[in-house]
């Protein structure tokens, strides 16, 4: 059976929309008929975790069935017991998502060198854009690589020698651009100029990603999405946008979502082990 292709959701500095992102990726995912999956990794915060599990319980209240991913926990402390959970959940799936900590952790490390696409929230700004490159301070020029982005690079060498002998697919690797419009024109022209730079160097691309958005905080509780239609009442036109940036971003990621046919049941977001 075909390995699930691997989306890691990863930014060694939090607040970056990386959990909100995640989710509603999954969520568009299962909602166009893929079968997906999901790890969260962040067993301290358990954003990703959370959201789903409020999913969950928006399902039983109200008695609907919502498009979603099967979803657990990390809870093995190596990574040869991460990679057991990952088979275990991830066994007839088309997508295996992982959700990481904001901070530097070898478990993230890991799944970020073993992903088909790594995606990377940041903020449109140059404090998020350290994570990934430093840039001169009198020209804004991009002068080295940062740890992470070698890191990364690293990864993607290891995995271009033993690609076509262990037929592995090449990494891609999208830098998701969250909260653009809170950003001022210069500024903004200062980083897309800085990430074209750096792009050609380490091979990423760079794609719109959400606004900020005070809807995304108001549905976490809910644990409902912008895709949920008939369960979020009456949206009023910033919503409709949103709700399109969302659909842009997810054509953007190119992911090519498996054809099941019409009689493929779309997965009820519930977790893999009810939680104590």
């Known amino acids: 059976m075909t390995a699930p292709h691997r989306i890691v959701f990863a930014n060694e500095k939090g607040g970056t929309g990386k959990s909100t992102t995640a989710v509603h990726i999954a969520v568009a995912l299962a909602y166009q008929g893929a079968r997906v999956a999901a790890l969260d990794l962040d067993t301290r ?3 990703f975790f959370r ?8 399902q039983r209240r109200r008695k609907v069935q919502l498009a979603g991913p099967k979803f657990d926990i990390c809870h093995g402390d190596t990574i040869e017991a991460l990679e057991e959970e990952a088979a275990r959940i991830g066994e007839g ?3 295996l998502l992982f959700d990481t900590p904001g901070r530097d952790d070898p478990f993230a490390r890991h799944v970020a060198a073993s992903a088909d696409t790594l995606v990377t929230p940041m903020n449109d700004s140059f404090v998020d854009f350290d994570l990934i ?3 001169d301070a009198e020209n804004f020029k991009v002068r080295k690589l940062s740890f992470y982005a070698e890191l990364i690079w690293e ?9 076509l002998e262990e037929q592995k697919r090449e990494m891609d690797w999208v830098v998701v651009r ?7 024109a210069r500024n903004q022209r200062r980083i897309d100029e800085a990430l074209t730079e750096l792009s050609k160097r380490v091979g990423f691309r760079a794609v719109q990603g959400l606004s900020e958005r005070v809807v995304y905080r108001e549905l976490f509780p809910s644990g409902l999405t ?3 239609k008939g369960h979020l009442g009456e949206l009023g036109t910033s919503h409709l946008v949103a709700r399109q940036e969302l659909r842009n971003l997810v054509a953007n990621l190119k992911l090519r979502v498996p054809k099941h046919g019409d009689d493929a049941p779309k997965l009820a977001t519930t977790p893999m082990v009810e939680p104590a």
């Open 178 to 184: 969250n909260r653009t419009g809170y950003t001022d």
């Open 226 to 228: 912008l895709l949920d």
């Open 93 to 95: 799936m088309d997508f």
């Open 45 to 47: 915060q358990k954003t």
């Open 133 to 135: 490159g430093q840039v």
């Open 51 to 58: 959201y789903c599990e409020n999913r969950a319980e928006t």
């Open 155 to 163: 990864a993607r060498i290891k995995r271009s020698r033993v690609q």
